[in-house]
C-alpha cells in the first residue's frame, strides 16, 4: 500500500443495508446447544461459578456503547477505559491494555495499532458475542503469561456437537437499534452439527452516526465495522479438532480522545485446536495466527488542523502466532494441568503526511517481541471442605527493534541526535518472569465459603514503553494527551498481592464480598523527561512536559462485591460496587486513570412470559488524580434505566427500554479527554456519556 494515502474506499451504503438485511433472513447467531434452551432471564449481572469467574450475557444487558468492554461495567472490580465508540480498552482493579491477559475464544490477540484503536475486544463484536467472562481475584497460571491485572475471555457464538448422528441445523438472529446515535447492530450465526461434524457461519454488521448527549453531539464517535467466520469441528471418540477463521473489517470510526481517528482495520484471524485424551491424560493444543491492516488519520472525520503541514496519517501493521501445548491428568484427590504456551509478535508503523510526499517518520520499525512460558498447576474440587490452587509459571520474554528515521531526525539536531542514539544502542532485550500463586477455600457451611489468595506476578515491558525513539502519543491507548519517549532500560514489573473473599449463597440470593492489597515494585508509568532534546521537540508539537516511561513503585488496594437478594413475588435486586485506590508509593502521587467507587444495581420483577427492571448507575466524585498526568478530577453521578423483555414463543425474545431515563449529563472517570476540535464537547473535556436513548433488540432462536 502506497504509505501516500492510507483512505481505503468504503462499501457503499445500499449494498451493506441489503447484506445486513440477507443476514437477518438467513443466518442465525445462536449456537446449537442454546437453540433448544429456555430464554434466559433479564439480570443485570451475569452468571457466577465455583470457580470464581464472573459471566456477563450481552443479550441480556441494556448498553448504549457498541464496545464491548462497557460489558466489565458490570463485572466487581472491573471497568472500561472509553476512547471512541469501538475502542473500549478493559480495566480490573486498576489496571487495564496490556497489564490485563484477553483472550478471544482462548486465543490471545495481537492489537494492530500503537495506540489500541483495535483493543482486543474490539475483535468479540457485541451482536456476536456469547458470553464475557472476569476472572475474580488472582489470575491462576494457568490462564496464561503476563496477567498481573487479571484475565478476561470472551466467546463468541459457534456452533456444538449433537447427540447423534442425524445432522440436525439450528439458527436464530438478533438484532438491535437505538436512538443516541441512530445505530443498529445486526448478528448471525448459522449452525449445523450431529455427533462427529459441526460447522458454522457468522456475520455481523454494525452503524452508527456521533453519540448525542444534553449539550449537543460527541465527534467523531460514528462508526462502521463488519464482520464474519466460519468453522468446523470433528469428533471422533476421545478426540476433538475445531478450525475457524474470522474476518473483521472496520471503516470511518470516531476516536475522539486519541490524536487520530479509525479509517480501516482489517483484521484476519486463524486457529485450530485439539482436544483428545490418553488414559485419564487430557491433552490440548493450539495454534493461532492474526494479522491486522490499520490505517487512521486527524483530517478526515474531525475537523483538520488550520496548517497543512500538521495533517498526519498513520500505516500500522501487525502480526501475531500463538501456541499451547497441555495436560490435564488426576492428582491427588484433584487435578494437576502443565503445559508450554507463548505467542511471536510483529509491529510497524510509519506516520505520513498527504500534503508533503517528503515527510514520514517511523515511529516503530520491525519490532519483535517474543515469550513462551511453561506453567505448573494443581487444584482440589472448590466443593469440598477445603480445597487447593497452587501453580507457577516460568516466562521468557525477547523484544527486538530495527533501526528508524525520519524527516525531524534530517531537519533537526536533537531529532537527529535521539536517532542516531536510538540506533546505535542494544535493542535485542530479554526478561525473565516467574509467576506463583496460592489459593486456599474453606467451605464454612453449605451457604459460606471462604477464600484466601496470595500470588506473585511479573510483566516485561512491551514495545511502545521501550522503542517510542521520539516524543509521541503512541501509548497504547493512555490517551493522557502527553507526548511519551521510550526506555530501553526498562526493569519487568513485580507485584505480590494478597486476596480475601466470602462466597455466601442461599437459594437465589448471593453476596461475594472481596478485599484486596497489590504491591508493585518497578511499575511503568510516565515521569517528567529531563532530556532537553526531548522537551524541545515536544514543546514544538505542543506538550512542554512529555514524560519518559520509567520504574517507580505502585499499590493498588480497594474491595469489590456482586450481591443478589431474591424477594417475593418473583422480585429481586441484583448489582456490582467496586473501589480501588491506585498510587504511588516513592513520590506522593495517585496513578492515571482509576475509576472511583462505582456500582450498578437494578431492581427486577421476572414472570414466566415477561420481566422488568429499574436500574440505577452510580459513581462517586474522583479527586485522587495523578499529577503527573496533569490529570483532572470528575464529579460523581448516578442515572437511571428502564428496560424490560417479552417472551413471546420460545424462541422468540423482546427486549426494549431507554438508558439514562433523565437525560442527564455525566462523565465516567475512566473516559478519555476530548481531543477534536469539531465536537460539542470543549478540547481538554473528559468525554460524557451518552444521552436518552430508547432502544430495541429481538433475539430468536430456533
Same mark, same amino acid.
Do not use: C
Given at each position: 500500500m502506497d504509505h501516500k494515502t492510507i483512505a481505503r474506499r468504503a462499501l457503499p451504503r445500499a449494498p451493506r443495508i441489503f447484506l445486513a438485511s440477507v443476514s437477518l433472513v438467513v443466518a442465525a447467531p445462536t449456537i446449537a446447544a442454546e437453540a433448544q434452551k429456555e430464554p434466559p432471564n433479564i439480570t443485570v449481572i451475569g452468571q457466577r461459578d465455583e470457580m470464581q469467574r464472573v459471566t456477563v450475557d450481552p443479550l441480556n444487558t441494556p448498553l448504549?456503547?457498541?464496545?464491548?468492554?462497557?460489558?466489565?461495567?458490570?463485572?466487581?472490580?472491573?471497568?472500561?477505559?472509553?476512547?471512541?465508540?469501538?475502542?473500549?480498552?478493559?480495566?480490573?482493579?486498576?489496571?487495564?491494555?496490556?497489564? $490485563?491477559?484477553?483472550?478471544?475464544?482462548?486465543?490471545?490477540?495481537?492489537?494492530?495499532?500503537?495506540?489500541?484503536?483495535?483493543?482486543?475486544?474490539?475483535? /468479540?463484536?457485541?451482536?456476536?458475542?456469547?458470553?464475557?467472562?472476569?476472572?475474580?481475584? $488472582?489470575?491462576?497460571?494457568? /490462564?496464561?503469561?503476563e496477567t498481573i491485572g487479571g484475565n478476561v475471555r470472551?466467546?463468541?457464538?459457534?456452533s456444538d456437537f449433537s447427540a447423534t448422528g442425524d445432522f440436525e441445523f439450528h439458527g436464530g438472529v438478533n438484532a438491535s437499534a437505538q436512538t443516541v446515535d441512530g445505530g443498529y447492530g445486526i448478528g448471525a450465526v448459522l449452525a449445523g452439527s450431529n455427533d462427529k461434524h459441526r460447522l458454522h457461519a457468522s456475520g455481523v454488521v454494525e452503524e452508527g452516526d456521533d453519540t448525542e448527549f444534553p449539550g449537543g453531539k460527541i465527534r467523531p464517535t460514528e462508526y462502521d465495522r463488519t464482520a464474519w467466520g466460519l468453522g468446523y469441528g470433528l469428533s471422533l471418540g476421545n478426540n476433538e479438532l475445531g478450525l475457524d477463521y474470522s474476518r473483521n473489517e472496520t471503516s470511518n470510526s470516531g476516536s475522539p480522545a486519541l490524536p487520530m481517528d479509525i479509517r480501516f482495520i482489517d483484521t484476519d484471524l486463524f486457529s485450530g485446536r485439539y482436544t483428545g485424551s490418553i488414559g485419564g491424560t487430557t491433552l490440548t493444543a493450539r495454534?493461532?495466527?492474526?494479522?491486522?491492516?490499520?490505517?487512521?488519520?486527524?483530517?478526515?472525520?474531525?475537523?483538520?488542523?488550520?496548517?497543512? /503541514?500538521?495533517?498526519?496519517?498513520?500505516?500500522?501493521?501487525?502480526?501475531?502466532?500463538?501456541?499451547?501445548?497441555?495436560?490435564?491428568?488426576?492428582?491427588?484427590?484433584g487435578k494437576f494441568a502443565y503445559g508450554i504456551d507463548g505467542d511471536l509478535t510483529n509491529h510497524d508503523s510509519r506516520i505520513t503526511n498527504p500534503n508533503n510526499a517528503m515527510f514520514f517518520v517511523e515511529a516503530f520499525n520491525d519490532v519483535k517481541r517474543d515469550r513462551v512460558g511453561l506453567f505448573g498447576e494443581w487444584s482440589t474440587p472448590i466443593d469440598d471442605t477445603w480445597a487447593y490452587e497452587f501453580g507457577g509459571r516460568y516466562t521468557q520474554?525477547?523484544?527486538?527493534?530495527?533501526?528508524?528515521?525520519?524527516?525531524?531526525?534530517?531537519?533537526?539536531?536533537?531529532?537527529?541526535?535521539?536517532?542516531?542514539?536510538?540506533? /546505535?544502542?542494544?535493542?535485542k532485550l530479554d526478561w525473565n518472569l516467574v509467576d506463583a500463586v496460592g489459593k486456599l477455600f474453606y467451605r464454612v457451611s453449605d451457604t459460606l465459603r471462604v477464600d484466601l489468595g496470595l500470588g506473585h506476578k511479573e510483566r516485561a515491558p512491551v514495545y511502545q514503553e521501550l522503542y517510542l525513539w521520539l516524543p509521541l502519543q503512541a501509548t497504547a491507548g493512555l490517551a493522557d494527551g502527553k507526548n511519551y519517549v521510550g526506555n530501553l532500560d526498562l526493569k519487568q514489573e513485580k507485584s505480590n498481592v494478597v486476596d480475601l473473599g466470602l462466597d455466601w449463597r442461599n437459594g437465589g440470593s448471593f453476596?461475594?464480598?472481596?478485599?484486596?492489597?497489590?504491591?508493585?515494585?518497578?511499575? $511503568?508509568?510516565?515521569?517528567?523527561?529531563?532530556?532537553?532534546?526531548?522537551?524541545? $521537540?515536544?514543546?514544538?508539537?505542543?506538550?512542554p512536559n512529555p514524560l519518559q516511561f520509567t520504574n517507580v513503585d505502585a499499590e493498588f488496594y480497594g474491595f469489590d462485591a456482586d450481591f443478589g437478594i431474591q424477594l417475593p413475588a418473583s422480585v429481586r435486586i441484583d448489582g456490582v460496587l467496586s473501589y480501588v485506590r491506585g498510587k504511588r508509593r516513592d513520590i506522593?502521587?495517585?496513578?492515571?486513570?482509576?475509576?472511583?467507587?462505582?456500582?450498578?444495581?437494578?431492581?427486577?420483577?421476572?414472570?414466566?412470559?415477561?420481566?422488568?427492571?429499574?436500574?440505577?448507575q452510580f459513581a462517586s466524585e474522583q479527586d485522587k488524580v495523578s499529577e503527573t498526568n496533569e490529570e483532572t478530577p470528575t464529579p460523581g453521578y448516578g442515572i437511571a434505566n428502564l428496560y424490560g423483555s417479552f417472551r413471546g414463543l420460545e424462541q422468540l425474545v423482546l427486549t426494549a427500554g431507554v438508558n439514562n431515563v433523565l437525560d442527564k449529563e455525566f462523565r465516567d472517570h475512566t473516559n478519555g479527554v476530548n481531543r477534536a476540535r469539531n465536537s460539542d464537547v470543549a478540547v481538554g473535556q473528559r468525554l460524557p456519556g451518552p444521552g436518552r436513548s430508547f432502544f430495541a433488540r429481538i433475539s430468536y432462536n430456533w
Open positions: 448504549t456503547q457498541p464496545t464491548t468492554g462497557e460489558l466489565m461495567k458490570r463485572t466487581p472490580g472491573g471497568n472500561v477505559n472509553f476512547n471512541g465508540p469501538l475502542t473500549g480498552i478493559g480495566q480490573y482493579r486498576g489496571m487495564f491494555a496490556y497489564r $490485563i491477559n484477553t483472550q478471544i475464544d482462548d486465543m490471545p490477540v495481537t492489537v494492530g495499532g500503537p495506540n489500541w484503536m483495535d483493543a482486543p475486544l474490539h475483535n /468479540a463484536p457485541m451482536p456476536l458475542l456469547d458470553s464475557l467472562e472476569v476472572q475474580r481475584g $488472582i489470575t491462576p497460571v494457568s /490462564a496464561g503469561s470472551a466467546s463468541k457464538r459457534s495454534l493461532n495466527y492474526n494479522e491486522v491492516e490499520h490505517g487512521m488519520d486527524n483530517f478526515t472525520l474531525r475537523a483538520p488542523p488550520p496548517d497543512p /503541514a500538521r495533517y498526519r496519517q498513520n500505516l500500522a501493521n501487525g502480526d501475531g502466532t500463538g501456541f499451547e501445548l497441555s495436560a490435564l491428568t488426576a492428582f491427588r484427590s520474554v525477547n523484544a527486538d527493534a530495527g533501526t528508524v528515521n525520519g524527516t525531524p531526525a534530517m531537519m533537526m539536531p536533537p531529532a537527529q541526535s535521539l536517532r542516531d542514539e536510538f540506533n /546505535a544502542a542494544d535493542r453476596f461475594g464480598p472481596r478485599v484486596f492489597y497489590k504491591r508493585v515494585d518497578d511499575y $511503568i508509568q510516565g515521569t517528567p523527561s529531563t532530556d532537553p532534546r526531548v522537551i524541545m $521537540i515536544s514543546t514544538m508539537n505542543g506538550d506522593d502521587d495517585n496513578l492515571y486513570r482509576i475509576a472511583p467507587l462505582t456500582s450498578v444495581v437494578g431492581l427486577t420483577v421476572d414472570r414466566s412470559r415477561w420481566s422488568a427492571t429499574l436500574e440505577g
